[in-house]
């Protein structure tokens, strides 16, 4: 015969259970301990935010007078502003037509409206005013007409430098055009004239005066300021943020500080319906 299981007393647990609880509590104690190492780690630092700007001057001079804006806007923000500087007007434009794989520029009116239109990119800011290009010559070699310019060199930054643009609006029949002399910055092509390499050039009119020896023949339509846009992979906060930001150059003491001491004007609040229509200089460009 086969003897009857021995009865469990009343109010003793089953070892199973209490092999099963015991577990449970284990586990549950881990848990928290994850989760406590977990919150003592530092929290990642935000990924840096590339900042471009069109090389519209030598890199060297533009990293002197950006630098500080990026530092001041770096602590405002508490992430790291970088700047994305290029050599040349063609690296930059490859770089924008391919994707502008940057989160903040800083552009002239006809790429800050392609950006806009073609990519997406939101406007958050510029400087205030606006600009205007000189067609130049030497003050010994006069000429009152850009007309006299056709077949004659003319030096400027390749397309869609501002200067490029408004060269082909100055000379529109492609059967009467200047020979090009394509220059890396606007200083270059000042140089240029200056030293024979070229007849004439094109330049932004502010630098005109900086110039001894330069004589202004024609000066084109005012365009809008640099402007400063925000890719679409920036977030809502992080785009905010920036804006308010960059605004608050004149509002502070610091801020108003670095304006004056790289000769910038103010900071003021921007759309992309304050720029929108300025791609249409680029019509005709490669790539646009």
Known sequence: ??????????????????????FRHLASLLVGAVALLIAALPARAAEPLQMAIAPFLPESELSEVYTPVAEYLSRRLGQTVELKLFPNYLSFWEATRGGSEFDIALDAAPVTDFRVQRQDWQVVARFDGEVTQSLV??????????????????????????????????FPNP????TLVFEQTNRDVATAVLEGKARAGVIPTPLVGGYTGLYPVVTTEPLPFLGFS????????????????????????EGQRILEEQSLTDIVPATNRYYAGNAELLVGTYGY
Do not use: C, W
């Open 1 to 22: 015969m086969t003897a009857p299981s021995r009865p469990i007393p009343a109010g003793q647990p089953k070892k199973p259970a209490t092999r099963t609880n015991g």
């Open 230 to 253: 925000v890719s679409p992979d920036v977030n809502d906060r992080t785009r905010k943020a920036l804006q308010q930001a960059l605004l608050s150059f004149p509002e502070t003491e």
């Open 137 to 170: 010559t030497r003050d010994d070699d006069l000429v009152l007409s850009p007309k006299e310019l056709v077949n004659k060199r003319v030096a400027v930054q390749p397309s869609p430098s501002v200067g490029a643009l408004v060269l082909y609006q100055l």
């Open 175 to 178: 059967v009467q055009q200047p």
